[in-house]
């Protein structure tokens, strides 16, 4: 797929820079490190579309939203830090991350309207979104910066690649009275669903302190150029085509911020927890609607949101 080519190119340049770097004789391989863990995630995810290309008749049309999506995470991650780089005279950390994660629970709410700012609400359907996943992986590199007046401080500006997808669900669903008094009616066989691409590369740094060579606290912060694309499948929509119904391409941006501290158990074993705040957002993107006449029906991406908050657990083993 489109979105996976400067994937592919960022990671074959990085491996390509370590592997040149490290074939230096006048390199030496300081550490190398290596993570396992599990993690609790609860995300928020939205987006909106109007009902023209200009933004209008009305602004917001259509709107989906997943609320307190629960989300079980396999977090890997490696480590590895080289000393005498030629040129920048500093230690060099190279780093990768990834996770898979499984959406255990959520809900969706899918609104239609047809006033503007969410005025004359025509449609409301509601379902479960506990059948879903994600899958994240991040990659930098960066020089330390340590100072001798400040023993066990470290400064770390990164650059690095991301990529971070999301694949959402709706199920069990039930089509919501905007009548008051009326019952609710389920929906036989929903099984929607929406996958989401955020990729680009960021820049950030960490800063690390270790207290008396034992517990180490670190945060980070990280600011990330993206572009967003998405494909969904409406499947119970006769009028659309399938499995593709519509897709969504905007360009926007994520912020992450993390809180980090690790312990060492023994000599190789070192006991880590985190906690991971993230918030990103694309904008003036386009909605293309492929339907079942073979046509295809354009109209504005306003806004896509998706706020992050995670906790997790892991063991470092120094090699």
């Not at 379902?127 to 100072?147: N, Q, W």
């Not at 001798?148 to 470290?154: A, D, I, N, S, Y």
């Not at 066989?189 to 670190?218: C, I, M, Q």
């Amino acid at each position: 797929m489109r979105f996976l080519f400067p994937l592919l190119i960022s990671v074959v340049i990085l491996c390509c820079s370590v592997l040149s770097v490290s074939a230096c004789d006048s390199i030496c391989l300081d550490s190398v490190a290596g993570d396992i863990g599990l993690g609790y995630r609860i995300d928020q995810f939205d987006w909106n579309i109007a009902g023209d290309t200009s933004g209008g008749n009305p602004n917001i049309l259509s709107e989906l939203t997943w609320d307190d999506l629960e989300i079980l995470q396999l977090q890997l991650a490696g480590r590895l830090e080289l000393n005498k780089i030629p040129y920048l005279k500093k230690n060099l950390q190279v780093q990768a991350n990834i996770s898979f994660g499984k959406i255990w629970s959520g809900t969706a709410q899918d609104s239609d309207y047809g006033g503007y700012n969410r005025e004359a609400e025509s449609a409301r359907s509601v379902g479960d979104a506990d059948k879903g996943m994600t899958f994240d992986l991040s990659g930098a590199v960066g020089p330390i910066f340590e100072f001798e007046k400040l023993p066990g401080f470290r400064v770390i500006p990164l650059i690095g690649y991301g990529f971070n997808m999301q694949a959402l669900t709706m199920t069990d669903g039930e089509q919501i009275s905007l009548v008051e008094g009326e019952p609710s009616t389920p929906i036989p066989g929903l099984d929607s669903s929406y996958t989401a691409y955020w990729y680009g590369p960021w820049f950030g740094a960490n800063v690390e302190y270790t207290f008396r060579n034992k517990l180490t606290l670190a945060t980070g912060l990280e600011y990330h150029w993206v572009e967003f694309f998405a494909q969904a499948d409406w499947n119970l929509r006769t009028d659309f085509e399938h499995p593709v119904s519509f897709e969504h391409e905007a360009s926007g941006s994520g912020v992450i911020w993390n809180i980090d501290g690790s312990y060492p158990l023994n000599n190789q074993w070192e006991w880590l927890f985190s906690a991971t705040v993230q918030d990103w957002n694309a904008s003036g993107g386009t909605d293309r609607t492929f339907l079942a006449d073979g046509s295809v029906a354009k109209t504005r991406l306003n806004q896509v949101d998706w706020d992050s908050f995670a906790v997790a657990t892991r063991l470092r083993y120094q090699f």
